[in-house]
DNA sequence: AGAATAGTGTCTTTAAGACAATATGGC
DNA sequence: GCCATATTGTCTTAAAGACACTATTCT
């Protein structure tokens, strides 16, 4: 505790002239492929103390102080060097630390999970951001091992994402700014993983202000069907009850 | 960047050769005393570089990575030294951080929130734990300045708080270990500050294995009541649905 | 016409809301 | 018996579950 309270630039005193942890930020960001949930996964890069060489990895990275003005600025920058998106909806999960999780010391990381349409994405390959895939969630076994604690932070991501999507409005950031009745139902069904009443499905959502009709509808090889659009994208709805839960 | 990367004994390098946040935990204890939802706030003392002198916060500090195995453990110290409270509900609520939030640097907090039974607990006054107070929570308005954030981060906490009462049996950790309905009832009236029906509440309460019965009954100048104790402390119930809902 | 998906309707079920009725121990 | 609170019951209501039925476009 010498010559400490001096790191970078920044001088530090008082009750801070302490050992301070890593801080790092981690983003699970998800997408539907393929009527299949994906997380976007990179393979982390050999290098002089780097830890967990060649396993995946969450996209993520320390706090830089310079150049992220808060934790969620820092998500926003780690989403934008992986793929292309500049506003999904982001969400934060919640933060973990101790003293073993990365081997280089202490460490704390944020994370947060973000929903986005895979179809308007191109992912970053090559150069400094390593190789980026998508992963199917079904994917992430014990088997698959991922870096640090990833896996914990990754099933928290999904338990999170699985549980609120139960009451709300969450899968309709997973589609284009248009869609069907059916495509927002499938989506739904995709992430929860079980068959909904179309009945009560289209009620229920209609019965909100979520939506709003566009003006057009898809035709197909079968009777067309209405889009819509959100209504107040910004705005998460909540619903009053859960969807039928699953038997037990 | 020129001669960082040790701070206190422990070296950092590769991707850690960078400027650390500070890390704090800042913990949002709560209880009802007198028929109103308390929280527990301290005043900062005056010091060299303490920030916020004689202001109300949170109890809350930075980690000790010589002390704390984890974030976990650093907010349990934060609650020991404050009360003598050892193993209450203590629940993440989030955590934050930005460039300008505490002015000796780019700094984190991971806030959680912690319930407890007031009559249980000894204040720690004096020392160098600072002044310890319960104040309702209903006079923490922004005239009564808080220290950093912690007015939101407060509010925030409560929010929480107040969301997960209204399908969950989080407000039991605020009761003794033995109580009747009736006390539940109560104290979820206290925390969600409307009325609620008493027929409704003891069905739903009793349906879920939330409660055993003590085979012991409490007398007063009335019925007697039975009373009851949590089934599994440790396990929170979630209800199938939400209490009924403030009229809009 | 037939395939395929969109959209509606009807009846049941679940759990809460409103409110009344009954129960019990201390005084 | 009276008071005060505990406990139960009855009827209504809100929203979902189950499932069938109708609608529309393309081939």
Redesign the interface.
């Known amino acids: 505790?010498s010559?400490?309270g001096?790191?970078?630039?920044?001088a530090?005193?008082?009750?801070?002239l302490?050992?301070?942890?890593?801080?790092s930020v981690d983003v699970a960001i998800f997408s539907v492929i393929d009527a299949e949930l994906n997380v976007l996964l990179m393979r982390r890069q050999p290098?002089?103390?780097?830890p967990y060489p060649g396993l995946l990895a969450l996209p993520g990275?320390?706090?830089?102080?310079?150049k992220?003005?808060?934790?969620i600025g820092c998500a926003l920058r780690k989403l934008k060097e992986k793929t292309a998106v500049a506003a999904p909806y982001l969400e934060?999960v919640?933060?973990?630390?101790?003293?073993k999780r990365d081997p280089?010391?202490?460490s704390?990381t944020?994370v947060y999970f973000a929903l986005i349409n895979a179809e308007v994405v191109a992912l970053k390959q090559g150069g400094n951001a390593a190789d980026v895939q998508w992963l199917p969630v079904s994917a992430i076994t014990p088997q698959l091992r991922l870096a640090f604690d990833h896996a914990m932070l990754f099933a928290a991501a999904l338990a999170r994402l699985r549980s609120k999507v139960e009451y709300t409005s969450l899968p309709a950031y997973l589609l284009p700014r248009e869609f069907t009745l059916s495509d927002l139902q499938s989506i739904y069904e995709v992430v929860l993983q079980r068959p909904l009443e179309k009945s009560a499905f289209r009620t229920r959502v209609l019965a909100t202000d979520l939506l709003e009709e566009v003006p057009r509808i898809r035709t197909g090889p079968n009777r067309p069907a209405q889009l819509y659009r959100l209504r107040n994208p910004e705005q998460l709805v909540f619903f009053?009850?859960?969807f039928n839960?699953p038997r037990d």
């Open positions: 505790m010559q400490a001096k790191v970078g630039s920044k530090t005193f008082g009750a801070a302490i050992e301070r942890p890593l801080v290098g002089p103390h780097e990275g320390f706090i830089d102080v310079a992220d003005r808060d934790l934060q919640g933060s973990w630390g101790d003293a280089r010391g202490w704390t944020h009053p009850r859960t839960p």
